[in-house]
């Protein structure tokens, strides 16, 4: 199967080229890329023009400044490959990453969205924080379609331009939604949803950089609340047929948070869990805050925690209550 490339961009001409050059050189003679210009100032778009004389793999768009997510639609709708891949302006595909995911996606037909493992590189002196470090080595960690559904709910589990997705399944959800969300996690979510499954490739063949300017640190629909109510909304759709109470292991400000997202879908706790004694007894939006000792198969189980190792250990003393990830109990941060 062949592929198309899909690459938005905007001022990004420092980058653009050995962006384009790190893409091509990983592509067949009958691939394509979608270069996507998001109304530049720069020389980008120039750059693109030239390359797109010289190599008929080039293709060179144009989205009107309307957004990442409407540059995106524009290459998807343009797509004539049953295969997309991601690429963003400023980072570099490794050799073997679109051979490999295609023979992935060839190899599992349930599978709709295969990413890579990534390695950080900076620019500009831009060191990455270790939030970015112990996140990137949480997202390389999943691999199987079961790693990213029981972590689906903690974090977007891939990093959008290392992805390769198929384009019937894509079309099929309607492509890229626009909204006050961020449109990589709103769609694997969406994926999950619908009964497709996500995984990664092992290896990493993307090199994803990070500098001061990029989205995920500016654009408000990456905001932390953003991604909460996104949670929320498809938490909510999970749980829908769930006909036990809820319980919020967690009664801190990430579950507290999470209950008052939830409400706003008319999904209510009944109880929260906590293990420090001084909120033990007392109430939270109405609801009771318990001890651990309390936790059954009686009530589903949201564990809401943000401290860096808590998550293990809920996951284990739920674990050693016999409930089942997935049927009894979600990890959500």
Not at 26 to 35: F, H, R, S, T
Not at 62 to 78: D, M, P, S
Not at 260 to 276: C, G, P, Q
Request: proline residues 7%; glycine residues 8%.
């Amino acid at each position: 199967m062949t592929v198309s490339v899909l690459l938005p961009y905007r001022d990004a001409a420092p980058t653009l080229a050995d962006a384009v050059a790190s893409a091509l050189a990983d592509l067949g003679p009958d691939d394509e890329l979608l270069a996507v210009d998001d109304a530049s100032s720069d020389e980008g778009p120039a750059m693109i023009a030239s390359l797109a004389r010289r190599d008929g793999r080039v293709r060179a768009l144009q989205a009107e400044g309307r957004g990442l997510v409407a540059a995106l639609e524009t290459a998807r709708r343009r797509a004539r490959s049953p295969l997309l891949a991601r690429m963003d302006a400023d980072d570099l595909t490794l050799p073997g990453r679109f051979g490999a995911q295609r023979a992935a996606l060839e190899a599992a037909p349930t599978l709709a969205a295969v990413g890579a493992r990534v390695e950080l590189f900076t620019t500009e002196g831009h060191e990455p924080g270790e939030g970015m470090r112990h996140y990137v080595a949480w997202m390389n960690g999943l691999e199987s379609p079961a790693d990213h559904r029981r972590e689906l709910f903690v974090e977007s589990p891939l990093c959008h331009p290392s992805v390769m997705l198929r384009a019937d399944v894509l079309d099929a959800l309607g492509g890229y939604a626009d909204g006050d969300f961020p449109e990589d996690y709103e769609l694997w979510l969406r994926l999950d949803a619908a009964g497709h499954a996500l995984a990664k490739l092992p290896t990493p063949y993307l090199r994803w950089r990070q500098h001061p300017g990029q989205t995920t640190f500016h654009d408000p629909r990456y905001r932390p609340d953003a991604f909460r109510q996104l949670k929320a909304r498809y938490l909510a759709r999970r749980l829908a047929a769930e006909r036990r109470p809820l319980t919020i292991w967690g009664a801190g400000p990430i579950g507290r948070r999470l209950a008052r997202a939830l409400e706003a879908h008319d999904v209510y706790v009944a109880r929260f869990v906590d293990i420090d004694p001084r909120k033990i007894g007392r109430k939270v939006r109405g609801a009771p805050i318990t001890d651990p000792s309390a936790i059954d198969a009686s009530t589903f189980t949201l564990a809401a925690v943000g401290s860096r190792g808590a998550r293990a250990l809920i996951r284990a003393a739920l674990e050693g209550a016999r409930l089942v990830e997935g049927r009894d109990f979600l990890c959500v941060a």
